[in-house]
């Protein structure tokens, strides 16, 4: 008998909900595993990764995903995120311990070190925050908006605190959201396949990003590069993360010697976002001067 996938909701500091356990009907179960193996994946991989009982998820991570995951900007200034002055001097210093490895993604790619530096700043504080959400969890969460009758009961408890929950613009951007996760459920399992670990171990943002470069599966899967040379294209590793950064921006269309509207387009490209784009902006400035 196949385990039913439990979805489990937690106390959180947007809004506080007793703990419980919503099950998700054997159909919709069956539903999700027959779209992924329709993807090209194994139904053994796909069967053993829904029925893992480390699988929990919440619907909170649907309320961060629908209602704050775009970035903000600071009080004084609302069109640049707060950004922690001590890491200028930082993104230098990495600049500078990093130098081989930022003057190859150049050289291969033509992103100076102060764009990718900028990125990693702004994603991960240069790789030292590393968000212990399942990656899994946060897609499988986002995927649960496939069942109706799912939805109904995130819209019934969280009504209250977010009535826009129940317009139809928000009805249709979940749908919208729970198909894009689905696909990247898919490249999270091919790169966990691909690294040879263990999918449920893998951890990122609410929004499944991952890494110090915080790029979504498919992203990395498309532009993912092998920055070390040891074989691997591993999102939580440095070297192909700044790797990637570059091959990301160049496809984008990224050049020192182009305009700053070319250069804003290309980081629009990774994150669009007005906010995001003035800050990675004002960081390569900073860190190129």
Known sequence: MRRVVRYFLFTSLLVAVSTSAWPLGKTWVAHIEDR???KGLERSLVQSVLDDPRLILSPQIIINNLFFSSP?????QPLVMK???????KGREFIRENKDMLSSVEKKYGTSPGVVTAIL????????IKPRQSTFAAYTSLVALLDPEYF???????????????DETTFSKARKKADWALDELYHLLKIATDLQTDPLDMTGSFAGAMGPA????????RFGVDGDGDGKRDPFNMADAAASIGSYLKSAGWKENVSEQ??????????HSRVYVN???MLYEKLSG
Not at 121 to 128: C, D, F, Q, R, W
Not at 262 to 271: E, V
């Open 262 to 271: 070319q250069k804003r387009q290309a980081i629009w490209s990774y994150n």
């Open 72 to 76: 903000a900007g600071s009080k004084e």
């Open 152 to 166: 109904r009961q995130v819209q019934e408890v969280y009504a209250k605190k977010f009535p826009a929950i129940k």
């Open 121 to 128: 700043i702004v994603e991960s504080k240069l790789g030292t």
């Open 36 to 38: 992924l193996v329709e």
């Open 214 to 221: 915080q790029f979504i599966p498919s992203s990395f899967m």
């Open 279 to 281: 800050t990675i902006i």
């Open 83 to 89: 950004i922690d002055p001590q890491y200028i001097e």
